[in-house]
């Protein structure tokens, strides 16, 4: 069994590239949050960590749902669930940019023959009340990255500023394998009768789910879950504030990704009107707002 | 003479903002020299991805010594009053003289200013500059305070190729930059612009914005031209894709011949709004060609074969895409989509755009039947305008509204116009945008704005100052430039009358009136302004508006066209002053007598033989031009109105207005009042200049 990591040929040894680069770059590796959520900005250690004063170096993957992306499996590009790659940087290096060309320079883009660009992208996220200025990277004209300094979150001044930067990983893989539909992909480097693809693994997944998205989810059952997750949200808010400490931010942070990722699967199933969209947005973002007033109490998120 | 080079490096600014800054970099600087004392003799500013250049030339080494003096306070004022002075003026009373005038004995400070040499001046120019720059929109970046439009990197900044060192939020100003990203990216020390330029252009940086686009113009008609191909032009995409690059190289990529299926719209759209590539044309067909053109900003090792096949994947994966999405669209008529716009709110307080479309269903037949078109086409064509809205291709590239129901409504083997009808409607989009023509689109495309307008009126929601969220502005222009444009008889009052009686509103007719009433000023605005545009005096539009409840645009234009050719001839002219004299008589003579001279003269107290020859001239005149602006014959009118200038010139000339005996005076200020009167038939002339 080879040692050295095979980033084209391989998707696992693509993230474990990663890893390694980023982990020489003092980032903490986490693991996935262990919650639904739409894109890795949500979890805390970038939502809320880019909150406050102290330094932050993180990398992870984080499975990202979107459910109404979900195309039975048959698109060769559109996927429900799929990873990100992220890494947040506090404060924003000087030299960060190059730490990120560096990154795909390990992965094997060759910087001599494609052509990489950084094109104007302002990044918002509505439900976060965050917002921030940057780029998508685009490598032969295909969007590979988005490269953020984030200015607001939870409606909060970021300071010092957290430079987040966001790896579409399957579309990645598909260019530095060379490889048209995503199921294709060659998920553990083998050849032969040992090759696992992408398809192999999540093919299924992505029918069954998109299934579930569109079709069977109780969408009773949906609204029952977000008006939950709200209250129990605006409870934990309530009960863990100590005046100027807060000792329940992290929980009721939960809830607010909860909730987030119940409206998504509501939208899907095509039962939030237009008006009441932008009502259920606004819900979303007072529950994320309120958890990132409570985490700047917090030991973490202090001096 | 001395020449400052400043250039500030930072990450990817922006393509669209890049010539603005350069701009605003110039004159920021340039300003603030002059402000500060330092004359020069030209300046230039540069922009790139990377980096905003300016290079001032002579420039003087140093200012002028000055001396300036300053009164202050009298010899014996309170000491502490005398103190005050002193340590505003910055001097000691040493420096001060004493001056004495007939109120007093007062010190007056001598404050001289040595000259300060350039380089010190610039030192705290560029930084104020930076600070105080005015991006669209900027941020901060790590730990520092200071904000720009993307992190700022380093800062060149020489006089006479010499450092000015100064610091700002912790860059250092130095003398070293660095050539293209990927090509040089070594780090090299310069002195002056001469060399400044020339050393990068070594590194592969294109300094020059338009020598970027020139290049890529040349080489992407050259590529083509090679291959019988035709570069589809487009000015817009040539700046965007010069603000991406620091070394434009063109490249042609290639995609399967049987994406050319397609609706040419789509593949247009995928090429320059998402990817920024040029679409290619057959030279000889003019049809779309399978190839298109890219721009890198990297002389590859390869050649630029990873680039080219990485560009031709992404644009397959989107075609396919779009592919997809053409197929399954076609498989339902736009009929069966209509319920689905039932679901889509227009606005909160006005309510679907399924309602909407109700409306302007009704509206475009009756419309239709006013312009002499088919009202069945009209209304089957408004009824499928929006339903295009919740297709997927729509979906995906929303600025194919109306361009996609088109194709749609031609597939389903729905007439012509119709299907014209549907993809004309939004026009015009703005001053310079074609206008729908005649029939089915121009009815549609009527209604679907005046539909628009009335619905904000109803709910308060009107255009204020720079705020106008809803384009209704542009929406009034778009009926004024159709009604115009296509010489439409359509009194505004009769079609936003018909449109507001579509609305379920409790508005009584009282307020409706006054709506409609508004709605009409709001048009006489936007109609001012387009003909200014179009270079009418408005001093003529103005006084054409002034005196009619003129609705019918055309006809507004036309009299207003008529007015100026007759102000031009000599009849005119002289016309026009005596209507002044007499409106300026009346206006003094009614303001010291504080009452009116309005009505008719007496004819028995007549007597002088020009006095009765204008009133006779008066009488005939004024039943002309009115019959004839009835008739909307507005040369008629005018030449009614010239026969007025021999007896109004002989009145003048003979008749003592200010007579001795107040009733002849009386009844000699009616008559002048009666020329005014005669005159408003036409036109307001107290409001025409000259």
Known sequence: MPLALNPKESFQDLVQTLNQYWAAEGCVILQ?????MGAGTFHPATTLRALGPKPW??????????????????????????YQYQVILKPSPNDLQDLYLGSLAAIGIDVRNHDIRFVEDDWESPTLGAWGLGWEVWCDGMEISQFTYFQQVGGIDCFPVSGELTYGLERLAMYVQGIDNVFELNFNGRSGPDKVTYGDIFRQAEQEYSRYNFEYADTDILMQHFRDAEKQCRELLDKGDRGNRHQLALPAYDQCIKASHVFNMLDARGVISVTERQSYILRVRDLAKACCEAWIKTEAGSA | MAELLLELFSEEIPARMQARAAEDLRAG?????????????GAVSHATPRRLVVSVEGLAPETADKREERKGPRVDAPESAIEGFLKSSGVSLSDCRILEDKKGKFYVAVIARKGRPAPELIAEIVPAVIKSFP???????????????????????????????????GVRSGNVTRGHRFMAPKAFAVRRFEDYAERLARAKVMLDS???ALTILAEARNLAFAQGLELVEDEALLAETSGLVEWPVVLMGSFEQAFLALPPEIITTTLKAHQKCFALRDAKTGALADRYILIANLIAADGGKEIIAGNNRVIAARLTDAKFFWDQDRRFPLESRLHRLDQITFHAKIGSQGQRLRRIEALAGEFAIMLKADPGKARLAARLAKADLVTGAVGEFPELQGVMGRYYALGEGLDVEVADAIRDHYKPQGPSDRIPGSGAAEAVALADKIDTLMGFWLIDEKPTGSKDPYALRRAALGVIRIILENERRLGLLRITRKSLDLFSSPAGEEERQSLLADLLAFFADRLKIYLRDKGARHDLIDAVF???????????VR?????????????????????KRATNIIRIEEKKDKRSYGGHPNSKLLIQAEEKALATSIAAAEAQARRAVEAQDFEAAMRALAKLRAPVDAFFDKVTVNADDPSFRDNRLRLLGRIREATLAVADFSKIEG
């Open chain 2, 29 to 41: 600087i340039t300003n603030a020299l002059v402000d500060n004392g330092l004359l020069y003799e």
């Open chain 2, 559 to 579: 009299r207003v066209e008529a007015l100026a050719r007759f102000l031009d001839t000599e009849d005119g002219r002289n016309l026009l002053a005596g209507v």
């Open chain 2, 546 to 556: 002034s005196v009619g409840r003129e609705d019918d645009l055309l006809m507004l």
């Open chain 1, 57 to 82: 170096r993180a990398a992870y993957v984080q499975p990202s749902r979107r459910p109404t992306d979900g195309r039975y499996g048959e698109n060769p590009n559109r996927l429900q669930h799929f």
């Open chain 2, 210 to 212: 338009s020598e970027r």
């Open chain 2, 135 to 169: 991006w669209p929109k900027s941020m901060r970046w790590g730990s520092s305070a200071l904000r720009w439009v993307r992190p700022l990197q380093s800062i060149v900044c020489t006089f006479d190729g010499d450092v000015v060192a100064f610091e700002i939020e």
């Open chain 1, 32 to 36: 996935p949050y262990d919650m639904e």
